[in-house]
């Protein structure tokens, strides 16, 4: 089946950096998307790794590695304005830019 | 350059009742989709299309319908709409797969709709 499993909720303080696990097992991999989702707005596109390895981009970091079935989001130098929902997604090897979402590690940072 | 958009933003139906949500895009993208998203439970794919004219069942299509009549416009039905239905619902459009970050796909703001 398809399964993709990441922590429901996580705190961290301002300055600080966060690192936001996700899992996953599916029948297919091509890919695997992160983005970022504000409350009551729509999920915006942060990272995209389909080797294994790591990808940065500015602040934030993404992570994969096929055989575990394993990712993660490394936020850095964290903000207030990083509060917010990240999804992990993953897109299936079927064709068709399907994505599978988990559902998502709401992150909340405090000063 | 709007990106996309989906009409309405709210909707409040009574059971039994029947709707149409819109989704527009200005992307010429061929891949669209829609998805309902539920407290705890994340994106779920309902229906999706591959170009004009096309259409395919996705996660949880059931109580749904979908057209895509021209290459912009993707439109999600809801015939009688149930309690269970009321839900976050989500457009999104991406290009076809070229294995890059740009790949991705590009949401609307999504509607609210809730069924009483």
């Known amino acids: 089946g398809q399964n993709i499993d990441q922590p429901t909720e996580m705190t961290a303080t301002e300055g600080a950096i966060v690192q936001i696990n996700c899992t996953y097992q599916t029948s297919g991999f091509n890919g695997l998307f992160w983005y970022q989702q504000h409350a009551g707005e729509a999920p915006t596109f942060l990272s995209y790794?389909?080797?294994?390895g790591l990808e940065e981009k500015g602040r934030f970091s993404s992570f994969l590695s096929r055989s575990k079935g394993y990712s993660y989001l490394l936020l850095k130098e964290l903000q207030m304005k990083d509060s917010a929902s990240y999804l992990c997604?993953?897109?299936?090897?079927?064709?068709?830019?399907?994505?599978?979402f988990g559902a998502g590690t709401r992150l909340a940072v405090h000063p | 350059n709007a990106g996309v958009t989906q009409t309405p933003k709210f909707r409040v139906l009574k059971t039994g009742q029947s709707m149409t949500l819109l989704c527009a895009q200005d992307?010429?993208?061929?891949?669209m989709y829609w998805y309902r998203q539920d407290p705890g439970m994340g994106l779920r794919l309902i229906h999706y299309?591959?170009?004009?004219?096309?259409?395919a069942k996705g996660e949880v299509p059931d109580g749904y319908n979908v057209s895509r009549l021209k290459k912009q416009n993707f439109l999600l039905g809801l015939e009688s709409a149930a309690p269970s239905q009321t839900s976050v619902y989500f457009c999104a459009t991406s290009r076809r797969e070229t294995g890059s970050s740009t790949d991705t796909q590009y949401f609307g703001p999504g509607t609210r709709l809730t069924v009483l």
């Open positions: 299309s591959v170009g004009e004219g096309t259409t």
């Open positions: 790794n389909v080797l294994d």
């Open positions: 997604a993953v897109r299936e090897s079927g064709g068709y830019n399907k994505l599978i």
């Open positions: 992307m010429n993208h061929e891949y």
